[in-house]
């Protein structure tokens, strides 16, 4: 009865178009990160060049400074007729669209600072839409279905992600990377026919009016959301814990695609391999990523979900040593799409229990920001430690960082309210 309880919750009718949503918001990270870099390898550019386009991802971290207008501010016309919500969706959805058809248009040899203008652009409204597609699952999905809404959106993320990483990559090897820019621009338009087809969430469209004054307003858009999470008790391990609990992930994953170009893969082999078994262990660790959550809570999914992490890190060490083997791929990347569904799932569900229901956006904003800081700091530093310990060594120090999370995790487990912390939580507002 605790497998049929766990699954139950797919069942639910809103969590599905968060799926559609999850894919917007997954499709733009590798078309600025893994796909980008195998892009710039096929154009002559240094590993530490193209760790370097990891800086774009700094904007992900500071969404947070943003985010409360996108909580409280209307949009011109599209409020109006939208809801806040949707609006935000909407203009954020079209604007990742424009940004990717303007880098289908540059070339990267010899025009990189348009690329990197390009690439900001897609990084900016990509960050802005996942501030609103956070805000749009806690307040649609409700507090009881929050397992499984995150499962559904980490699946929908994924095949975003497989999407953009194996879909560019044959489209890529059979016409040119310009096309597969364009295809990726046109997919992102699903997520707007999505916002369109879905309401607005009862939450959003029921808050109280913004205060009358500016500095009424300022208060209200920005300093209440902050004060309410640092008056939490250990505040700082858990943005702590959400800056480190990906970092060796995000270490890792600008150089993936050009570490398997350089050990000899064919960009079709690596879009094969990612299509196939990307998309089982995606279905495969999504669902039970949810299912689990449900069985034993969220602080002991993050700690399965966590190991899993590190473990597939290793997996990519021993791939290294193996080199040019398209089984031992299959299996590689098989088991990384799993753990890491099953991770981001176990971390989504986790950050959302922390918000509070009126500062949905700003509270998971600042978290997931955090979580986006190793992806836009250390990461500009994996092409430096790739040439110098070489690939087997480089993933045996991504690894490494995935450490120091379940050492929080470990210290936070014993000062919260237990090792099988429920869903649903949403924390409610303090004072």
């Known amino acids: 009865m605790q497998d049929v309880k766990g699954f139950s919750a797919y069942a639910d009718r809103r969590v599905w178009p968060i799926g559609l949503l999850g894919f917007s918001s997954g499709l733009p990270l590798l078309l600025t990160g893994g796909t980008l870099g195998a892009w710039l390898t096929e154009s002559g550019l240094s590993l530490k060049s193209i760790a370097g386009m990891a800086a774009v991802g700094i904007l992900y971290s500071f969404k947070f400074l943003w985010s409360p207008m996108v909580d409280h501010t209307p949009l011109p016309v599209l409020s109006h007729r939208l809801g806040q919500r949707r609006a935000w969706l909407l203009a954020s959805q079209l604007g990742v669209v424009a940004a990717l058809a303007a880098l289908a248009m540059v070339d990267p040899a010899n025009q990189l600072s348009a690329v990197v203008a390009a690439a900001v652009a897609v990084a900016f409204f990509s960050a802005t839409q996942d501030i609103v597609i956070a805000a749009f699952r806690v307040e649609r999905a409700g507090a009881e279905a929050q397992g499984a809404a995150a499962a559904i959106e980490i699946f929908g993320y994924r095949i975003g992600m497989l999407a953009a990483g194996a879909g560019a990559l044959y489209v890529a090897e059979f016409a040119s ?56 008790p250990h505040w700082w391990a858990i943005l702590l814990f959400a800056t480190t609990f990906k970092l060796g992930d995000a270490l890792a994953a600008t150089m993936t695609n050009p570490f398997l170009l350089k050990i ?59 080199g040019h083997n398209v089984p031992a791929l299959a299996a590689t990347i098989g088991f990384e799409y ?31 920001s955090m979580a986006a800081v190793g992806r836009a700091t250390l990461a500009t530093r994996s092409g430096a430690i790739a040439e110098a310990t070489g690939w087997f060594g480089f993933f045996l120090v991504c690894a490494a960082a995935a450490v120091p999370a379940l050492l929080l995790l470990a210290w936070i487990n014993r000062r919260d309210r237990g090792p099988r912390m429920r869903l649903p939580v949403v924390a409610e507002a303090v004072g």
């Not at 309401?199 to 309410?228: I, K, M, Q």
């Not at 196939?276 to 660790?285: I, S």
């Not at 981001?344 to 229990?353: H, K, R």
Request: with cysteine; aromatic share 10%; net charge positive.
């Open 177 to 232: 990377w310009r096309s597969a820019y364009l295809a990726m621009a046109g997919l992102g338009m699903l997520g707007a026919v999505t916002t369109l087809m879905c309401a607005e969430p009862v939450r959003a469209a029921s808050e109280s009016p913004a205060p009358n004054t500016f500095a009424g307003h300022l208060r209200a858009a920005v300093a209440l959301p902050f004060l309410d999470f640092l008056r939490r």
């Open 264 to 322: 000899g893969f064919l960009k079709s082999e690596i879009a094969s391999t990612t299509k196939v078994f990307g998309l089982l262990a995606t279905l495969a660790g999504a669902a039970a990523g949810g299912a689990l959550l449900q069985r034993v809570g969220v602080l002991r999914g993050l700690w399965i979900g966590g190991l899993l992490q590190l473990l597939s890190l290793v997996v990519f060490a021993f791939q290294a040593h193996i």
């Open 338 to 368: 799993a753990a890491s569904a099953i991770g981001t799932a176990a971390f989504a569900a986790y950050l959302s229990s922390l918000c509070t229901v009126r500062y949905t956006a700003t509270q998971y904003a600042l978290l997931t």
